[in-house]
């Protein structure tokens, strides 16, 4: 089944900087991937931060972290990457790797989607 492990994460002072990666094994699905980062803080729900396709197309980003995350991939490592910069204390939250399998690149926005998950980074912003 497919595994997925965070790594990077941590804390930082508002306006820093933090990257994190994940990294997909175990891959079992019949079509090219979604993988996307989602968030959750305490007394929140989940929420989809950024999802890119395997193969090129425009990443998908929630408007709270539009121009100050970055999302990519390496393919060949089946590894994605989020490079949070400006961050915010309203940033701090649990970070979690995701993906799932489509022909439909367009659906790496759609959260509900994602199936298979990480089990989670702590990023704090002070």
């Known amino acids: 089944h497919v595994q997925l492990v965070e790594s990077g994460g941590g804390s930082v002072q508002a306006g820093g900087s933090l990257s994190l990666s994940c990294e997909m094994s175990?891959?079992?699905?019949?079509?090219?991937?979604?993988m996307g980062w989602f968030r959750q803080s305490p007394g929140k729900e989940r929420e989809g931060v950024a999802g890119?396709?395997?193969?090129?197309?425009?990443?998908d980003y929630a408007d709270s972290v539009k121009g100050r995350f970055t999302i990519s991939q390496d393919n060949a490592k089946n590894t994605v990457f989020l490079q949070m910069d400006s961050l915010k204390p309203e940033d701090t939250a649990m970070y979690y790797c995701?993906?799932?399998?489509?022909?439909?690149?367009?659906?790496?926005?759609?959260?509900?989607?994602?199936?298979?998950w990480g089990q989670g980074t702590q990023v704090t912003v002070s």
């Open positions: 995701a993906a799932f399998g489509t022909v439909r690149s367009y659906l790496c926005g759609s959260w509900s989607r994602y199936r298979d």
């Open positions: 175990g891959y079992t699905y019949t079509s090219k991937p979604c």
């Open positions: 890119i396709y395997s193969e090129g197309s425009a990443p």
